[in-house]
Structures are given as C-alpha cells and as structure tokens.
C-alpha cells in the first residue's frame, strides 16, 4: 500500500530564516505531488504540483519554491520566510484524479 | 474561472441524526468530484467519489449525490457520530489539480 510522509510535523521559526519541509511517497512510483498551504480556519490553498521529476509547476507566486529531486521526492523551501507564510503545510499524492495526503506541517514564523 | 463552494459555513447535529453537507460548482465541463474529511490538526482524508456519468455513489454510512442540471454535490451521513464531527471539503478535479471548496464544519453533539 502507498503511504505518505512529511517532516518535520511541527516548526517554529524566525522571520529571515530559512525553510526546508520535506515530503516522500512510499509505494508508488510516477506519483502527481502537490504542496498546499492552509491558514488556520480556512480552506486549502495549492502552491506547487508536480508531474515527474524536475517537473514544477507554481500556482501561487510567493517567496517560496518547490523542487522534485527524486520521483517520490518533494520539498518546499524558502530562503527567507514572512509571518504570513505561518500555516499549516501538507503534501499529497496522486496517481492521477483523486489525491491522499500526508499528516502536514504546522508552521509558525514568529 | 470554475469554483466550487459550500452553502454553509457549519452544520450542527445530534448524534443518530442524519446530515447533508451541499456543494455548488460553476464549471459545467467538471467530471470529477471527491469529498474529504479533515480532523483538526491532520491532513484531509479521502471519503468518497464521484464521476459525472453517476448521479448516486454509496459508501459506508455516507452517500454523495450529483446534480448535473444545477450543478450541485452534495455528501449524505447517515446515523451521524461524534466521530464525524469534522471539516468536510468538496473538490473538483481537472487534468492534474484539485480546487477545493471552503469547507464545512460539521458537529456532532451526543
């Protein structure tokens, strides 16, 4: 069976400091990946989406980036966070339709 | 642009009642719907589907209807228990991405 995972599941950093929250799939291989991001009450905002390796495509234009280096690989990073990059970060997988996540990263930038 | 949203914010039940959680979309050519389940503080978790050749889908305790004419889905909870008690997004999908509804709460009182 396919699993998901993220780290680390919670984070608390600096404004200026930067970020790097990883997300792996076990279980499948050529997954679609997908980074979102969601405020606390609110609904799920896509940031990135993958369909192979090296493949990024950017939904929202922001101060972060993602990269795939490996196929069941992804990462979301920052070189200099914001307080309003506080969230709740979670990773899904695909294999093409429906999507699974993984249990997320509370993040708060202080 | 499409949209997917939901009629109300939060819905509160008894336990043993029945819920219904309403969905509207704007995209007429949309094929695919999903719901999901999110617990407070873990990643959205996959309930149930549906295709827009179907008007019907049940899984366990839950049923999801699709009216194609109003362009409506909405998710059925039959006997609904504590354990329910959530935030229920509806989604569409298109090639690779999902756009997601804002959500509703639903809570379950004993």
């Known amino acids: 069976s396919q699993t998901i995972h993220q780290w680390p599941a919670t984070l608390v950093q600096p404004v200026g400091s930067p970020l790097s929250l990883e997300c792996t799939v076990e279980?499948?291989?050529?997954?679609?990946l997908y980074w979102y991001r969601q405020a606390a009450g609110r609904g799920l905002q896509l940031l990135f989406y993958?369909?192979?390796?090296?493949?990024i495509s950017s939904e929202v234009p922001q101060n972060l980036s993602a990269s795939r280096p490996q196929d069941r690989q992804f990462i979301l990073s920052s070189k200099k966070l914001l307080l309003s990059d506080s969230g709740f970060y979670l990773c899904?997988?695909?294999?093409?339709?429906?999507?699974?996540f993984g249990p997320g990263t509370r993040l708060t930038v202080t | 642009g499409e949209s997917v949203g939901l009629h109300l914010p939060t819905l509160s039940v008894q336990e043993g009642d029945n819920s219904i959680i309403n969905c509207a979309y704007s995209?007429?050519?949309?094929?695919?719907f999903i719901w999901y389940k999110q617990e407070s503080g873990k990643g959205p978790q996959f309930i149930i589907d549906?295709?827009?050749?179907?008007d019907k889908r049940q899984g366990q305790r839950v049923t999801v209807l699709l009216n194609k004419t109003v362009k409506h889905l909405s998710l059925q909870i039959a006997a609904t228990q504590p354990g329910d008690s959530a935030v229920y997004f509806c989604?569409?999908?298109?090639?690779?991405?999902?756009?997601f509804g804002k959500g509703t709460m639903l809570l379950v009182s004993p």
């Open positions: 995209n007429s050519a949309s094929d695919y």
């Open positions: 899904a997988w695909s294999p093409g339709g429906e999507q699974y």
């Open positions: 989604a569409h999908t298109g090639y690779s991405t999902l756009t």
């Open positions: 993958s369909v192979g390796i090296g493949q």
């Open positions: 279980g499948t291989s050529n997954p679609n």
């Open positions: 549906i295709r827009s050749n179907m």
